[in-house]
């Protein structure tokens, strides 16, 4: 099963990149290893007086670009091997978009789902109180991820001023606007991927204006997604799902009501039957539309489903929802995907920008916000279309073979290494 194992995934990518490029075997080794990982245990007071200690974890995978940055998750499956595939993505997810910060991320074993809220600041809080010294506005910048919110930032940002004595709203990122977040943050993600859609539409001669487009998830980023290919582009959501199942209409979806039918009952499934039928995710993926948009969990587009997918771009605004041999049938078949890294870069974006915010102590609107990123996007997917058409490789091999170069050529230049 060394398919479903997230670091692997990684390391197997990684390795196609480097033969591309050509990369000796010492450089080789370095990139696949972690810089820095942190283990820590957390003591937190529980509501009924017990003390219950949580693991958790921070990944600072490489620095040679600049301060690491990713995000914090709370879960109960949490494990090394998925926080380092993620530290991993964020290295070269942060050098795609040319951003001058490395890759990190952490999380901790936990379900924050049965911790009261004092319960959940107080791990917040514990969490920093062990890794404080190791991160900081010049070292390694975390921000929301998987059950954290701009709450749980705030709480964690609070939690570092207060142990070193200032200020410091620089030291994470996705905090509320009114300590220092950054407007635009909150759909960043996919906002972002519509960037790079619209690019790749035009790319292949795509109306997104008749598109139909069908989308796996729907939290932050998956309903933020439907909302804006009907309001950017006028394209057709026409089927959406959940972890419970998913729901298709040929006509097209109401968005507002999926949404309200998704925040009242938790899933998109108890929308009003008789405008829609029910699907399951498995169809859903392979439905006959112009794009897929996955905005759900990795590995689900598989060697399995991969030759019935009809779709003629595939959106990635999961992290690795494609396993690599999904990934060559679909490369031969002929689908244009905008890999996880270049396609939900949107959000790491949003978030180095609240850092530059918060260097100048100074505030963008949110016009300002959707500007900057949609050239960053922009800029972004085309270095990856040219680099793939330059080699004749896939855009992930591409958007790697960006992304790593600048990696390499950092760690030359830094005196790390002296040939590649
Ligand atoms: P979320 O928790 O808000 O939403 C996840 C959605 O996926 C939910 O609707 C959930 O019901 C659904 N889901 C869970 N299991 C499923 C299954 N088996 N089949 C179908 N749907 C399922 O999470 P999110 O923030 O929207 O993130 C979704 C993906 O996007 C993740 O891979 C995440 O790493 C990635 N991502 C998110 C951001 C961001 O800013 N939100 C940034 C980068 C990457």
Same mark, same amino acid.
């Given at each position: 099963m060394a398919e479903l194992n997230p670091f692997d995934i990684a390391c197997e990518q990684l390795d196609d990149c480097a033969k591309i490029l050509n990369l000796n075997e010492d450089v080789r080794e370095m990139l696949k290893s972690p810089m820095r990982e942190l283990h820590v245990s957390i003591p937190v007071r529980m509501d009924d007086g !017990?003390? /219950?200690v949580f693991k958790g974890f921070r990944v600072q995978y490489n620095d040679a670009k600049g301060p690491t940055k990713g995000g914090i998750r709370f879960h109960p499956e949490e494990t090394i091997d998925t926080v380092r595939a993620l530290a991993a993505w964020m290295t070269w997810k942060c050098s795609l978009m040319d951003l001058p910060l490395g890759g990190? /991320?952490?999380?901790?074993?936990?379900?924050? /789902?049965?911790?009261?809220?004092?319960e959940l600041e107080r791990l917040s809080r514990g969490y920093i109180d062990m890794i404080w010294q190791f991160m900081g506005p010049n070292k390694d910048v975390p921000a929301p991820d998987v059950y954290t919110t701009p709450q749980v930032m705030a709480w964690m940002m609070d939690e570092y001023s207060k142990i070193t004595g200032s200020n410091e709203f620089g030291c994470i990122t996705g905090k509320p606007i009114c300590v220092g977040g950054s407007?635009? !943050?909150d759909d960043a993600t996919a906002r972002g991927g519509m960037f790079t859609i619209r690019e790749a539409a035009k790319e292949l001669g795509i109306d997104l204006s008749k598109a139909t487009v069908a989308i796996q998830g729907y939290g932050n980023a998956g309903s933020n997604a439907a909302i804006l290919c009907r309001d950017l582009f006028g394209s057709k959501v026409v089927a959406i799902s959940d972890s419970q199942g998913g729901i298709y209409n040929k006509d097209g979806l109401d968005i507002e009501l999926a949404c309200s039918v998704k925040k009242d009952t938790c899933t998109v499934v108890n929308f009003p039957k008789d405008e829609t039928q029910k699907i399951s995710n498995q169809e859903l993926l392979e439905l006959d539309v112009d794009i897929l948009i996955s905005a759900a969990l990795e590995n689900v587009i598989t060697k399995e489903n991969a030759p019935y997918i009809k779709a003629k771009i595939i959106a990635e605004l999961a992290n690795g929802p494609t396993t690599p041999e999904a990934d060559e049938i679909l490369f031969e078949k002929g689908v244009h995907i905008i890999p996880d890294f270049l396609c939900n870069a949107g959000g790491v974006t949003v978030s180095y920008f609240e850092m530059v915010q918060n260097i100048d102590r100074y505030c963008w609107d949110v016009e300002e916000v959707r500007k900057r990123l949609d050239e960053r996007m922009t800029r972004a997917y085309h270095s990856v279309l040219e680099t793939s058409r330059a080699y004749n490789i896939n855009m992930r091999q591409a958007?790697?073979?960006v992304a790593v170069n600048r990696v390499v050529e950092a760690m030359k230049i830094r005196g790390w290494i002296k040939f590649s």
């Open positions: !017990r003390t /219950k990190g /991320k952490g999380g901790v074993i936990c379900n924050p /789902k049965e911790l009261s809220e004092n407007c635009g !943050r958007a790697y073979v």
